[in-house]
């Protein structure tokens, strides 16, 4: 049997750092693992109260994940989008320990 390849050099040249050949990576696309709904509405729910505007926790939870942007666009007017969309980031992040989110 012929030996195999030095995967040191493998490793080297794939760029993987000594030591990184344990790493793992994953995602949680039907979100199984991580159930996001409840912070999300809570934090639509404070977005809400603070901008005066309505918007339907019950039904955005529903359909999550798609860009942020298109569902703030559903409820605000196209000057505020983005402006609601980063104030939403901000209250989701500082809600929770960890964030995958957008």
């Known amino acids: 049997m012929a030996p195999g ?3 040191g050099s493998v490793r080297e040249d794939v760029g993987l750092v000594k030591g990184s050949e344990n790493l793992v990576v994953g995602f949680d696309l039907d979100m199984t693992l991580v159930d996001p709904r409840s ?6 729910l404070v977005l809400s109260t603070e901008t ?5 926790a019950d039904l955005i939870i529903t359909r999550l994940g ?5 569902e703030m666009a559903r409820w605000f007017p196209p000057e505020l ?3 609601a969309s980063d104030r939403y980031r901000k209250r989701r992040k500082g809600s ?3 964030s995958p989110g957008r």
């Not at 912070?39 to 639509?44: A, I, K, Q």
């Not at 798609?66 to 298109?70: F, K, Q, V």
């Open 96 to 98: 929770r320990a960890s």
């Open 5 to 7: 390849p030095d995967l």
């Open 39 to 44: 912070g999300v509405h809570r934090t639509l």
């Open 66 to 70: 798609p860009p942020l942007e298109d």
């Open 52 to 56: 005066g505007v309505f918007i339907d």
């Open 81 to 83: 989008v983005e402006e």
